[in-house]
């Protein structure tokens, strides 16, 4: 009896602060009169305030070269700078209506704020004075006299154009876009310190929390990222939208249920604006039995809810099933040369992936722009360890959760929670190129931050002489976040355009295909044209993704505008070998000939583009009529071509068209393919 009651007195005995800051939750007594409510803590306090500040200003240092960056050649040009959604009134029809075909993505409150920042800053461009001269200066557009300044030198002055080859518009400056999105995280860095405060976390632990998640540099993607306004404007509705439901849990009668319908309401904003966050309620759900285990909000009856939550996860499942369906009609699942993964591989995928991005929030090194696309083996035991640690960790976490804390347990189940749609379980378009990526930690760097922190401040406080541990702990903090500060900044000037982005890509991940070829198509497109530097960038596409037919026409082109036909040739006879079906290898092979007056080879390879090339093909069309003009030339030739002279001077000029492609004019070139500049894109 005495061992057992000093079991129970010591499972039943209060721990001490700390484990109350924590949540601990203990066993409560049948009998044992509940104790009240804590009051929650106060907001927009002094300290509070101060907090807010510093962080601002560490975040405005960390991201500050967002401010005059660019726009990149990663969606940014199917988002903005090529949308011609973003023109008219006409546009917003299609934004918001998942079944247009103009639609790249269904995330419709991302696209129109898009639209208003390209309408208002065209329409601030047009005024001088009043609102429209408020709206230019807060959008930092130059004045109208600049304006028509610029204007009146365009028919002599060069098109000023962005680092994606579009010209630049008042409605298209980088600037504004990227101040749109630093401001939209500046208040989500306030909304994260309001959440962690109204959790009950101590302000220390709050503060170092929302630290992370305004300087860690996994957030560089996110805020520089105009493609990822999704990230910031949903995380905007994510937090407002929680805060909702912890007063809709603390408030009563009407102002309780008016607190719950806004919260739906932000929900459904966050899903409008990217379906990841349709794991609130999963988060909302935890953190509402970590609180009742505190006591710091009234005990709810399980039916009740499940009946609100459930209608929240049912409503984010709405919207998932209407992005699934928009990507898979525009993603890879229409082309079987980009399938993701096998059924077997997912679970695997997916457990390893979730410690990856463990690891990257713990210790955020050689962050990569496009991170290197495992090779997943079942047969190496690393992939069955990542698996099978899972049930090991939960296991753990569920046998300690007394003592790990109610609210630090939230913490680590919201940083895998907000991460599950991203982990690969359902596979989504941006997995053709890597299985993990930097801005999906976005939100969850929340919970990993608050459980970093609260595990820490127990660590701190496990014994009586607190204070000096206090002082080293506060002195480490502002270590690790000024490193982080550091860090991000550095990382933030990889993203100041497109060559520097896809350069920083390039060095860190040396198979990436959209990194070679979309740094190739920028230097194609300066004036003048850099073969130069883009046709080695183009081989090394077309040797990453062999079938990619795209990349390889783009290797070619630029042999031709060098002159480089021995190059072409061989690198034509090795495409042959691996494709042996490839006509149009045939076709550029046999125009090298030509041009190097090796008219039986030429003649060959042109029969053969004639019988592999599908008779409606303007590569079959081009073939036959390059080849009887060929033909014309040798049987006027005297002596016939493969019995003259190594110099050709007593033989017959060739025909105007043989003769450009001899002197390798890639204008013809063009001419004869039409195939289109091609932007590596992906939607998520």
């Known amino acids: 009896m005495a061992r057992h009651r000093n079991r129970k007195s010591k499972r039943t005995s209060p721990h001490d602060d700390v484990a109350a800051l924590s949540y601990a939750p203990r066993v409560q007594r049948i009998d044992e009169p509940r104790p009240p409510i804590v009051p929650p803590e106060p907001l927009f306090t002094r300290g509070f305030l101060l907090c807010a500040l510093l962080l601002w200003a560490a975040a405005v240092v960390a991201f500050h070269p967002t401010l005059s960056s660019d726009f990149v050649t990663w969606d940014d040009p199917d988002y903005v700078t090529k949308n011609v959604l973003l023109r008219d009134a006409d546009g917003l029809k299609h934004i918001w209506n998942p079944r247009s075909d103009k639609n790249q993505q269904f995330y419709p409150l991302?696209?129109?704020?898009?639209?208003?920042?390209?309408?208002?800053?065209?329409?601030?461009?047009?005024?001088?004075t009043g609102f429209s001269g408020a709206v230019r200066a807060l959008l930092g557009l130059d004045g109208v006299a600049a304006t028509q300044a610029a204007a009146t030198q365009a028919a002599t002055a060069p098109v000023r154009r962005l680092s994606t080859g579009d010209p630049w518009t008042p409605g298209l400056d980088p600037g504004i876009y990227h101040r749109t999105n630093l401001v939209l995280h500046l208040v989500n860095i306030v909304l994260v310190l309001a959440l962690l405060r109204r959790f009950g976390a101590p302000m220390w632990a709050a503060a170092v929390a929302a630290g992370l998640f305004a300087v860690h540099p996994a957030q560089v993607a996110s805020v520089l990222w105009v493609a990822e306004r999704k990230n910031t404007l949903s995380g905007?509705?994510?937090?407002?939208?929680?805060?909702?439901?912890?007063w809709h849990r603390r408030a009563?009668?009407?102002?309780?249920?008016?607190?719950?319908?806004?919260?739906?309401?932000?929900?459904?904003?966050?899903?409008?604006?990217?379906?990841?966050?349709?794991?609130?309620?999963?988060?909302?759900?935890?953190?509402?039995?970590?609180?009742?285990?505190?006591?710091?909000?009234?005990?709810a009856r399980w039916y009740g809810l499940i009946l609100r939550l459930g209608l929240m996860l049912a409503v984010g499942m709405a919207f998932a099933f209407i992005t699934m369906s928009v990507e898979r009609s525009k993603g890879p699942s229409k082309n079987p040369e980009k399938l993701i993964s096998t059924a077997e591989q997912r679970p695997f995928i997916a457990a390893n992936a979730a410690w990856?991005?463990?690891?990257t929030f713990l210790a955020p090194v050689h962050l990569a722009i496009v991170y290197p696309k495992w090779d997943v083996s079942l047969e190496h035991p690393i992939w069955w360890a990542g698996l099978l640690a899972w049930p090991v960790a939960i296991g753990l976490a569920c046998r300690h959760w007394r003592r790990i804390g109610g609210l630090t347990l939230w913490g680590m189940a919201h940083f895998f929670v907000i991460l599950a749609p991203a982990l690969g379980l359902i596979p989504f378009n941006y997995q053709q190129y890597s299985y993990v990526a930097d801005h999906f930690l976005y939100l969850a760097v929340i919970g990993g931050g608050l459980a970093v922190a609260l595990t820490a401040h127990r660590l701190i406080d496990a014994r009586p002489a607190a204070s000096p541990r206090r002082a080293v702990a506060a002195v480490v903090a502002l270590l690790v976040l000024a490193a982080c500060v550091w860090t991000s900044h550095g990382e933030s000037r990889h993203w100041r355009d497109t060559e520097t982005f896809?350069?920083?890509?390039?060095?860190?991940?040396?198979?990436?295909?959209?990194?070679?070829?979309?740094?190739?198509?920028?230097?194609t497109r300066?004036?003048?044209?850099?073969?130069?530097?883009?046709?080695?960038?183009?081989?090394?596409?077309?040797?990453?993704?062999?079938?990619?037919?795209?990349?390889?026409?783009?290797?070619?082109?630029?042999?031709?505008?060098?002159?480089?036909?021995d190059e072409l040739i061989a690198a034509?006879?090795?495409?042959?070998?691996?494709?042996?079906?490839?006509?149009?290898?045939?076709?550029?092979?046999?125009?090298?000939?030509?041009?190097?007056?090796?008219?039986t080879e030429a003649v060959a390879d042109y029969q053969q583009v004639i019988r592999l090339a599908p008779p409606n093909s303007s590569e079959h069309a081009q073939a036959r009529s390059e080849l009887e003009r060929l033909q014309s030339m040798m049987q006027k030739q005297q002596p016939a071509p493969d019995q003259a002279e190594p110099d050709n001077r007593g033989s017959a000029a060739p025909p105007a068209r043989v003769e450009s492609m001899a002197r390798g004019d890639l204008s013809v070139q063009m001419s004869d393919l039409r195939f289109e500049m091609w932007d590596m894109r992906f939607e998520i």
């Open 502 to 523: 896809w350069t920083r890509a390039i060095a860190r991940n040396d198979a990436c295909f959209p990194a070679f070829y979309n740094l190739g198509n920028y230097y």
């Open 252 to 299: 009563r009668g009407w102002g309780s249920w008016c607190a719950y319908a806004a919260c739906l309401l932000a929900f459904v904003a966050a899903l409008l604006s990217k379906t990841q966050t349709l794991t609130l309620p999963i988060s909302l759900l935890f953190i509402d039995w970590a609180l009742q285990s505190a006591h710091r909000i009234r005990r």
């Open 572 to 599: 034509c006879t090795k495409k042959i070998e691996q494709i042996p079906g490839h006509y149009r290898a045939y076709l550029n092979r046999a125009r090298a000939y030509v041009r190097k007056r090796q008219y």
């Open 526 to 565: 300066q004036r003048p044209p850099q073969w130069d530097k883009a046709v080695d960038l183009y081989r090394r596409a077309s040797e990453i993704q062999p079938n990619n037919r795209t990349a390889f026409q783009r290797y070619v082109d630029g042999l031709i505008s060098l002159r480089r036909d």
């Open 236 to 246: 905007l509705f994510y937090l407002i939208a929680f805060l909702l439901y912890l």
């Open 356 to 359: 990856f991005y463990a690891g």
């Open 110 to 128: 991302v696209f129109t704020s898009y639209w208003l920042e390209y309408h208002l800053a065209e329409w601030a461009a047009a005024g001088d």
